[in-house]
């Protein structure tokens, strides 16, 4: 497709990739509540220390948790964690093993928080859930399988010192292996996605198998499991005292440069699939990305920082002003906080806007976080994007114009190769008598959403109303013209 002047904005995108043989251990800290370990291109391992579940206790209040530890609860992580790891070949696929870890973590805290809404029932029946869950994750690299095993007793050691002993471990047992009679042993080929051509990808998917142990970093735990050593490599020796380096190590943060426009985009998981499973209008379902605003516009509310968003298809740029200090901008938190907020309200308001589709499974999206020194760049980012939606709005409605008229895919393709923007709108005109500028603006625009600045009279379709200042609204503005952003002055420059 063709490029636009503003496709500079990409070469801000930094790459942050773990190279080989570093494991990767991802930790979803729902404020220090579990954590999953990675081998490079496979799962091999969570191991869950329960800790509190929530950072504050705002949420164990309305739900009206038992104190100190809600079985229930405990049962519902741990439900969330298996379906982690049986989610887990269709990651590994989608992503290979040098792909950004920002995608793995955001990709797992943001499952992770879909599974969690969506399981809630099952574990409280009687309980409403009355607000979005959100999940913090972060990843930590391991050198080495001694560094492991160190990062495992400096858990099990903050569990114990939370007096919440009871540590639970989670086992992927690989096809073949032997395994200990008391684990259970699942190999199940299922589809996990679907190619272009739309053929299923099978798959093995492994079941997660659940054992207690006292001391999951002890030699005598760990080498007994088969396929923990094989995959992880032996512990050697048992650790009494961990080294000091490799805690620093485990505890550092990476930082967001200060005073530049961080920009949080995340992006829905194999979406493709997710919007043929639901049946989702082509090339544009309305309830679909009024869902999607929904949610964005609940993220706003969540995070004063976020001072406008952009979106489009299953995609949301989120912006953070230039001064934000957001858990004083530790990238790993603001990309996974947002991400699994968006995920959790997603799964919740669902209903609202599909009441007569139940939602198959539950969604997952990826974040990224980008910093823009300046203004200007941070307003190309922003009309790179819009120009992306103008793009393949106008190619998707001719396409499926085409196909709906009877044309394979491949012919329907061939034909648009090398057309330009005036050819296809005349395309639509000639043929199907369709005026695109006349389609609907959300198609066309794609979505902001910002507050306003001054109270506000409006008008939308029946129902009109008075706007009040400081709320939340959603537009389908023209972002790429900077006479937008000269009317409404508050909402990235003077911030
Ligand atoms: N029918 C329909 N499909 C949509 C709609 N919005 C998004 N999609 C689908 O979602 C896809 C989003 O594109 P991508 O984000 O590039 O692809 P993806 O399948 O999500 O793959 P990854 O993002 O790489 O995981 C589109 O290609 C469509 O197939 C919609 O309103 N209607
Ligand atoms: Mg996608
Ligand atoms: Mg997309």
Redesign the pocket.
């Known amino acids: 497709m063709a490029n636009s002047k503003y496709e500079y904005v990409k070469s801000f995108e930094l790459e942050d990739e773990v190279m080989l043989p570093n494991l990767m251990v991802v930790r979803i800290d729902g404020r220090d509540f579990s954590s999953v370990v990675y081998k490079m291109s496979v799962v091999m391992v969570c191991s869950l220390c329960i800790g509190k579940v929530f950072d504050s206790d705002r949420f164990a209040q309305v739900h009206e948790f038992e104190k100190p530890n809600h079985e229930a609860a405990l049962d519902l992580m741990n439900s969330c964690s298996a379906a982690v790891l049986e989610e887990f070949p269709d990651i590994v696929f989608?992503y290979g093993y040098s792909d950004e870890y920002s995608k793995i973590f955001s990709l797992v805290a943001s499952f992770f928080a879909a599974v969690y809404v969506t399981k809630w029932k099952e574990f409280f029946p009687e309980i409403n859930l009355e607000y979005a869950p959100s999940f913090t994750s972060k990843v930590v690299t391991c050198a080495s399988s001694e560094v492991l095993q160190a990062y495992l007793a400096w858990r099990q050691q903050d569990c114990h010192v939370n007096n919440l002993y009871d540590t639970c471990f989670w086992l992927l047992v690989q096809s073949g292996k032997t395994i200990s009679e008391t684990q259970e042993f699942l190999k199940v080929e299922e589809t996990v996605k679907h190619d272009e051509n739309g053929n299923p990808v099978k798959r093995l998917r492994r079941k997660a198998v659940f054992v207690h142990s006292e001391n999951i970093a002890g030699r005598s735990f760990w080498n007994n499991q088969p396929s923990l050593c094989q995959d992880l490599g032996n512990f050697t020796k048992d650790i009494r005292n961990i080294e000091p380096d490799y805690t620093r190590s485990f505890q550092f943060e990476n930082k967001l440069l200060p005073l530049t426009w961080v920009v949080v985009r995340i992006?829905?998981?194999?979406?493709?699939?997710?919007?043929?499973v639901h049946e989702?209008?082509?090339?544009?379902?309305?309830r679909?990305?009024k869902l999607m605003n929904s949610c964005a516009v609940a993220v706003l509310k969540e995070f004063e920082d976020i001072h406008f968003a952009y979106g489009v298809?299953?995609?949301y740029s989120f912006v953070l002003k230039k001064e934000s200090e957001l858990y004083k901008r530790q990238s790993s938190k603001i990309i996974s906080a947002i991400t699994s907020f968006f995920t959790s309200t997603y799964v919740m308001k669902w209903g609202d806007f599909f009441p007569h589709k139940e939602l198959k499974y539950p969604p997952s999206f990826?974040g990224r976080a980008v910093c823009y020194p300046t203004y200007k760049i941070l307003l190309d980012y922003l009309a790179w994007r819009q120009v992306d939606c103008h793009i393949n709005n106008q190619y998707n409605t001719c396409f499926w114009m085409l196909v709906k008229s009877g044309k394979t895919k491949t012919q329907s393709q061939d034909y648009l190769k090398g057309t330009q923007t005036r050819e296809k709108n005349e395309l639509l005109s000639r043929q199907f008598g369709v005026e695109y500028n006349s389609l609907p603006l959300i198609f066309r625009m794609g979505s902001s959403v910002f507050r306003l600045k001054e109270a506000l009279e409006i008008e939308s379709g029946v129902a009109s109303g008075k706007k009040l200042e400081g709320e939340v609204v959603v537009d389908h503005c023209n972002i790429i013209e900077h006479s937008f952003w000269e009317e409404h002055p508050h909402i990235l420059s003077y911030s």
């Not at 992006?267 to 043929?276: A, I, K, N, P, Y």
């Not at 989702?280 to 309305?286: A, G, L, R, S």
């Open positions: 989608a992006d829905g998981c194999h979406f493709h699939r997710f919007s043929d989702f209008e082509k090339p544009n379902d309305e679909a990305l298809s299953d995609e990826d």
